[in-house]
């Protein structure tokens, strides 16, 4: 119900791949009568429906929330990592974005960490392996002591939920051009080593992720900061500066 | 077959005390067998999550199952608002006593108390173990947690994390939980669907799932299965749930044999941002915080085509302030809903829809200005301009309520364990602390408390007094043998019937008919009328649905399809239950038992108590069973808002 | 434990050695240019100065460090470039920077890295390892450098050359020298837009000061 109601004709050409082996191949798809305010994701809805009554295969693409928290759309436009709005996922870009007679490109995430398993869907398993290796605090459920025992200075409170607010859609890695996740890695080594629970671990903790994170094939971060401005959440590269140098000094000073 | 008294199986004694007696007198395993135990958790939102993580933390071997790519993307993801725990920090009079007293007065009166109980007692626990996991909840300037009142509550108890405490929370439980991956003590599998449980000798003992990825059709067997697999408000097509969010689940649960109880307790949340065309696929909510300074209205005259700042103050008609008086525009969800739909329903509707109210800050900006408005809903204020592309500071919001929430779910007993032995419900998708209807900020603390602090005890009991591992089970056995065959010929069939529409057609049409007769207020003739529709539309699905694709590589329409023929079962029994119960309480408004003032008038005296579905199979009506509710420490009153 | 060439395999690690040798590049940057201002004041003192450092003993160490550094920053700079181009085995159909990001030396610096190293080669060729004149200084003898240099700025395809290559170099530190303290871990809100202008502000001093003395040189021989 936006202020712009003309229906828009948009140009996509879509990157379409069976499976992990296919090689794949860009799509051309005319699509008419797009609403302004449908959201992106809607406009491949439609599309979709469209090839299902056709009998043709949809696009597969992953999705879940719509509302930007899960993580789990993604999509290059026009070769952008969640397209040209800054702090919007997919699920939340509109199509009144875009203008009429558009060619809007859509391309999966590529990186060599995040195989292609079809057409726009990735598999983003290598960062649950990121977080296996240390991205935790080691404590089992019990009687730990009451919340309030642990004051918490405001200022890091609110920047360690500023680095928690990742919501892991891997925007970071598809944005830079080296493909390295230190951004999503630094979010979570960031917020544990702000709060005073994460210390203990701190050390072993980046030494851990880091190096699960180069073993899995990221590339290296050359400070690019494509990242954080593809970011949806707006993590900042200041969270890979404090990974440096909480790396640096685990490296050399920690005993394990 | 005959309906049953069910037994909640509630411990003995004073309400305070039953649990730790409970968990005193519980059988225990011995740590050095525990490791002998499988343990099957489908879900991986709160409730999974830390039942996983603890699970595993015990001892046990725990196989952990998700839809998504990721365990961190379970819908418990997108809860906003807070999680509530009577910590009573900021000293203005709460107690554990009290959240238990709103929680049972919230649910009108059709919780069971004990459960309730439980739940206001492990609360605090959960924000202390939230923290040493470090959750980064919002704190004051002295370090020191902070808290906000929430839902219409009369003390501050709700702790949260921005707009974003529900991510926070999972996040949590996710960490717990990769921990124990780490350790190898959970093996995860994720973009799995469960399509059905595997019962041996009348226990559960496993289940069949399907790998999205590959197609393949898979066997677990374990000594107990736990079911976390969330609500079901998308049989009405469009919710505030995720995409995925299914019955799928529970449903088949239940038609091996575990009784679905109150499936007509929807949650219909008064504040989200309407509908605004066909291509539509959800529904995004606003938080209820907005009503704190918002004004609900709508035009006086029905065909008011005005602009809504070009409408003078004496043709707009503040419904809820006019109607209740003290409470305003903070009345509970359910009465700010249907308010919303009568102004609809009268043709006052705003909008292109015609099918939305105004939430108006013309007045909160012009008395405190609009910085102090943009600091306290900044984020909202952006978030409803990027959806509708109207600036809210400007004219006002539209809204209409949406589905948020379903407090139905499979019946559990004291334990959170299912009629079936073996099988556990706990989070969203079982039926048991909210009753008719579920505070803000309780969801996130039941999940929790489930997972963290109830069955990691219950199942230690049932494990050491069925000592279900004696049977050996193995994925060969015939009943596993012939629940992978049944669910391989149903995707079949599903993908042979080559009709002419598509699943999200047939969704559609099934969220119309329970939007319109199951939805907000409903009637006898209505609900009748749903239920053949619903038969009809069941029928004509499984004649002409079209589903492209094959079953061996990542097929997004065959999973629809085989969620939403389950849906279509599901919304029957919706229907159905919302029939039998002729009476009006928390969500459910039956429009033949209200008040002379229009508002929802309940029948203790013939539904103080829980229905509970029995499957009789695909042509016979199912059985309806039932709990009774007795209330010994909270006595029970009509809810007035005036 | 982690060994000692885990730690230095990793990608962070690789990235705060380059960093530290290119900061300590930045140093002899700042160091050459000094030296080689005395061209300014006159042959004399320019040469005496170039006796002065080649005659030293500990000239061999030093150039032996000097190399270390140059062929530490380089070597990793291919590993590193190497390594990357590897982490996205396809390649985007369209790619198009946000804009709010990186910037055109950031995402150039294998590029303006690779005209330093050519131009560092071609440079020792013609310096260091140029015509050797002689000439007195004081009654000195020693190697008349201040003549190799003149000489070889004669040449207005050598000037435009040299100030082309300095111009890469100074796109190269320009997000280097911020980028070395990013790596190190030296990142603050209060000092970041200090950072940045520091960097901008090297790269000009180098690109202007570096780029002068051709020309001043190229005067110099018309006399
Ligand atoms: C927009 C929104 C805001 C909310 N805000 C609040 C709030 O502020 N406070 C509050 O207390 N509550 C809130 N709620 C409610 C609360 O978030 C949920 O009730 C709660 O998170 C449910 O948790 P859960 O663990 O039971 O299920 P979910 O988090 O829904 O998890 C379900 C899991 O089951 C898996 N699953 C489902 N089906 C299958 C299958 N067939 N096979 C395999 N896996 C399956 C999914 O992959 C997922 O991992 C909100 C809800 C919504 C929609
Ligand atoms: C005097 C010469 C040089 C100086 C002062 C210099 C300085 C720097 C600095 C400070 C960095 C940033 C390091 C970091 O971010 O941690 C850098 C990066 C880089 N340098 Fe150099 N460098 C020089 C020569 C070279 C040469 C000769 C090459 C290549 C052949 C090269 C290739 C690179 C590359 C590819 C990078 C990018 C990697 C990164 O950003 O980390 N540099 N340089
Ligand atoms: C106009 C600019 C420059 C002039 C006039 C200049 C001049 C010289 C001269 C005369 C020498 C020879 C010294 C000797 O043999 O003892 C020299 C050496 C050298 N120059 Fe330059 N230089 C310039 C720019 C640069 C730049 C930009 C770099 C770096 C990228 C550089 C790196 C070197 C190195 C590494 C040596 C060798 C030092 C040694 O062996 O001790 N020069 N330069
Ligand atoms: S850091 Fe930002 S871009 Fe990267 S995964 Fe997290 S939210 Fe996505
Ligand atoms: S874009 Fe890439 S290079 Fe580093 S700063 Fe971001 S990871
Ligand atoms: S679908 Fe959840 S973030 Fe986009």
């Given at each position: 119900m936006g202020n712009n109601t003309q229906s828009m004709n948009i140009h996509l050409k879509v990157w379409r791949q069976k499976d992990r082996l296919d090689k794949g191949n860009m799509e051309d798809h005319k699509m008419d009568n797009v609403s302004p305010d449908m959201s992106f994701l809607e406009m491949l809805d439609v599309l979709n429906e469209k090839l299902v009554r056709e009998g043709k295969d949809p696009i597969a693409f992953d999705h879940d929330c719509r509302e930007g928290i899960c993580g789990m759309c993604s999509l290059m436009i026009n070769g952008q990592a969640h397209g040209p709005e800054s702090e919007t996922t997919t699920c939340q870009l509109h199509m009144r974005k875009f203008k009429n007679g558009d060619t809007i490109v859509v391309e999966p995430w590529r990186a060599r960490a995040f195989p292609v398993e079809k057409d726009l869907m990735v598999d983003r398993s290598a960062f649950d392996e990121i977080i296996a290796a240390g991205g935790f605090v080691n404590v089992n459920t019990g009687n730990p002591q009451d919340a309030n025992c642990l004051p918490i200075s405001k200022e890091n409170a609110d920047l360690a939920m500023d680095a928690a607010a990742c919501i892991g859609c891997g925007a970071c890695v598809a944005s830079c051009k080296n493909a390295s996740a230190m951004l999503f890695v630094s979010a979570k080594v960031s917020q544990l080593a702000l709060l005073p629970q994460g210390q203990v671990e701190a050390e072993e903790r980046v030494q851990s992720m880091v190096n699960k994170m180069d073993e899995l094939g990221f590339g290296n971060c050359t400070n690019e900061a494509e990242c954080e401005a593809s970011c949806p959440k707006g993590i900042n590269i200041s969270n890979i500066a404090r990974m440096n140098r909480d790396f640096l000094k685990a490296s050399i000073v920690s005993k394990s | 077959m005959t309906t049953k008294k069910l037994d909640g199986k509630v411990p003995e004694g004073p309400i305070q005390e039953k649990w730790d007696k409970h968990k005193f007198n519980m059988k225990l395993v011995n740590p050095a067998n525990k490791r002998k135990f499988n343990v099957i958790v489908v879900g991986t939102g709160l409730a999974g999550a830390s039942a996983a993580a603890s699970l595993a933390e015990l001892g046990y071997n725990v196989q952990s199952f998700c839809i998504q790519d990721s365990p961190r993307r379970a819908h418990s993801i997108a809860a906003q608002g807070g999680v509530n725990a009577a910590k009573n920090y900021p000293n203005d009079g709460d107690s554990v006593w009290r959240l238990f007293y709103d929680t049972v007065k919230g649910g009108d009166y059709r919780a069971r108390e004990a459960n309730v109980y439980r739940l206001a007692q492990v609360a605090n626990n959960i924000i202390d173990q939230c923290v040493a996991q470090g959750v980064p909840f919002a704190r004051d300037y002295g370090g020191f947690l902070a808290n906000r009142s929430f839902g219409g509550a009369q003390v501050s108890?709700?702790?949260?994390?921005?707009?974003?405490?529900?991510?926070?929370?999972?996040?949590?439980?996710?960490?717990?939980?990769?921990?124990?991956?780490?350790?190898?003590?959970?093996?995860?599998?994720?973009?799995?669907?469960?399509?059905?449980?595997?019962?041996?000798?009348?226990?559960?003992?496993?289940?069949?799932?399907?790998?999205?990825?590959?197609?393949?059709?898979?066997?677990?067997?374990?000594?107990?299965?736990?079911?976390?697999?969330?609500?079901?408000?998308?049989?009405?097509?469009?919710?505030?749930?995720?995409?995925?969010?299914?019955?799928?689940?529970?449903?088949?649960?239940?038609?091996?044999?575990?009784?679905?109880?109150?499936?007509?307790?929807?949650?219909?949340?008064?504040?989200?941002?309407?509908?605004?065309?066909?291509?539509?696929?959800?529904?995004?909510?606003?938080?209820?915080?907005?009503?704190?300074?918002?004004?609900?209205?709508?035009?006086?005259?029905?065909?008011?085509?005005?602009?809504?700042?070009?409408?003078?103050?004496?043709?707009?008609?503040?419904?809820?302030?006019?109607?209740?008086?003290?409470?305003?525009?903070?009345?509970?969800?359910?009465?700010?809903?249907?308010?919303?739909?009568?102004?609809?329903?009268?043709?006052?509707?705003?909008?292109?829809?015609?099918?939305?109210?105004?939430?108006?800050?013309?007045?909160?900006?012009?008395?405190?200005?609009?910085?102090?408005?943009?600091?306290?809903?900044?984020?909202?204020?952006?978030?409803?301009?990027?959806?509708?592309?109207?600036?809210?500071?400007?004219?006002?919001?539209?809204?209409?309520?949406?589905?948020?929430?379903?407090?139905?779910?499979?019946?559990?007993?004291?334990?959170?364990?299912?009629?079936?032995?073996?099988?556990?419900?706990?989070?969203?998708?079982?039926?048991?602390?909210?009753?008719?209807?579920?505070?803000?900020?309780?969801?996130?603390?039941?999940?929790?408390?489930?997972?963290?602090?109830?069955?990691?005890?219950?199942?230690?009991?049932?494990?050491?007094?069925?000592?279900?591992?004696?049977?050996?089970?193995?994925?060969?056995?015939?009943?596993?043998?012939?629940?992978?065959?049944?669910?391989?010929?149903?995707?079949?069939?599903?993908?042979?019937?080559?009709?002419?529409?598509?699943?999200?057609?047939?969704?559609?049409?099934?969220?119309?008919?329970?939007?319109?007769?199951?939805?907000?207020?409903?009637?006898?003739?209505?609900?009748?009328?749903?239920?053949?529709?619903?038969?009809?539309?069941?029928?004509?699905?499984?004649?002409?649905?079209?589903?492209?694709?094959?079953?061996?590589?990542?097929?997004?329409?065959?999973?629809?399809?085989?969620?939403?023929?389950?849906?279509?079962?599901?919304?029957?029994?919706?229907?159905?239950?919302a029939l039998e119960r002729r009476e009006s309480c928390g969500g459910h408004f039956r429009e033949e038992s209200q008040t002379e003032e229009n508002e929802a008038k309940r029948d203790d005296e013939n539904f103080a108590h829980v229905a509970a579905w029995e499957w009789q199979g695909e042509d016979t009506e199912p059985l309806r069973h039932v709990e009774e509710l007795s209330f010994e420490n909270v006595a029970l009153t009509q809810r007035s808002y005036k | 434990m982690r060994s000692f060439k885990q730690i230095m395999t990793s990608s962070i690690v690789k990235k705060q050695v380059m960093g530290v040798t290119g900061l300590l590049l930045c140093g002899f940057l700042l160091s050459h240019l000094a030296g080689n201002c005395l061209i300014y004041v006159g042959s004399d003192a320019f040469n005496t100065y170039a006796h002065t450092l080649i005659t030293n003993p500990f000239i061999y160490v030093a150039e032996a460090i000097l190399a270390l550094i140059f062929l530490s920053h380089i070597g990793l700079a291919l590993r590193l470039t190497i390594e990357n181009n590897k982490a996205r085995p396809v390649n985007y159909y369209m790619k198009t920077p946000t804009g709010r990001g990186s910037t055109f030396a950031s995402s150039t610096m294998p590029y303006t890295g690779f005209i330093i190293l050519v131009f560092l080669v071609l440079h020792l060729i013609n310096f260091k390892f140029g015509p050797v004149y002689n000439t007195q200084v004081n009654g000195v003898e020693m190697r008349d450098l201040y003549k190799t240099v003149v000489e070889y700025f004669q040449s207005p395809l050598n000037i435009l050359w040299y100030v082309f290559a300095m111009l890469a170099l100074g796109i190269h530190v320009s997000h280097g020298f911020w980028s070395a303290f990013q790596s190190i871990g030296f990142n603050h809100p209060k000092y970041n837009c200090c950072l940045k202008m520091a960097s901008k502000g090297f790269a000009l001093l180098v690109t202007v000061g570096y780029s002068a003395l051709p020309i001043f040189c190229y005067f110099q021989g018309a006399k």
């Open positions: - | 108890r709700t702790f949260y994390a921005r707009g974003q405490t529900g991510q926070q929370l999972l996040l949590g439980a996710y960490s717990a939980m990769m921990k124990e991956v780490s350790k190898g003590k959970i093996k995860l599998y994720t973009r799995r669907e469960m399509l059905d449980l595997v019962m041996v000798n009348g226990k559960a003992r496993g289940i069949i799932t399907r790998n999205v990825v590959t197609g393949e059709i898979e066997r677990y067997a374990a000594d107990a299965v736990l079911l976390c697999t969330g609500g079901y408000g998308n049989v009405y097509f469009l919710s505030t749930n995720a995409m995925a969010s299914n019955c799928s689940a529970a449903w088949r649960a239940h038609k091996r044999g575990a009784y679905f109880a109150n499936p007509c307790y929807t949650q219909i949340h008064p504040t989200c941002i309407p509908v605004h065309g066909d291509h539509q696929s959800k529904l995004t909510l606003m938080s209820e915080s907005l009503r704190n300074d918002g004004r609900v209205w709508v035009p006086k005259n029905q065909d008011d085509k005005r602009a809504p700042n070009d409408i003078p103050e004496e043709d707009r008609d503040y419904y809820l302030e006019r109607k209740y008086p003290s409470f305003g525009n903070l009345v509970p969800r359910d009465v700010a809903s249907r308010n919303a739909k009568q102004a609809v329903d009268e043709g006052k509707g705003v909008g292109s829809t015609g099918v939305a109210v105004y939430l108006d800050f013309r007045d909160a900006i012009k008395r405190d200005g609009k910085d102090v408005v943009a600091a306290k809903y900044g984020n909202l204020f952006d978030m409803y301009e990027r959806i509708t592309d109207d600036d809210p500071y400007q004219v006002p919001m539209r809204i209409y309520p949406a589905v948020h929430y379903t407090m139905g779910g499979l019946w559990v007993d004291y334990n959170l364990q299912s009629n079936i032995p073996g099988l556990f419900v706990l989070g969203e998708a079982n039926f048991s602390d909210h009753g008719a209807n579920r505070l803000g900020a309780s969801a996130l603390m039941q999940g929790l408390a489930d997972g963290y602090f109830v069955a990691p005890y219950t199942l230690g009991n049932y494990f050491a007094s069925e000592k279900p591992e004696q049977e050996k089970v193995t994925t060969d056995a015939p009943e596993f043998e012939a629940a992978h065959k049944e669910s391989r010929d149903k995707l079949e069939r599903l993908l042979s019937i080559n009709g002419s529409r598509t699943t999200d057609d047939f969704h559609r049409d099934l969220g119309k008919i329970m939007w319109e007769y199951v939805g907000m207020a409903r009637n006898e003739e209505g609900l009748k009328k749903a239920i053949s529709e619903i038969k009809n539309l069941k029928e004509q699905f499984w004649k002409d649905v079209k589903v492209t694709g094959t079953n061996t590589n990542i097929n997004t329409e065959l999973e629809k399809a085989n969620r939403v023929a389950d849906f279509l079962e599901l919304g029957e029994l919706m229907a159905r239950d | -």
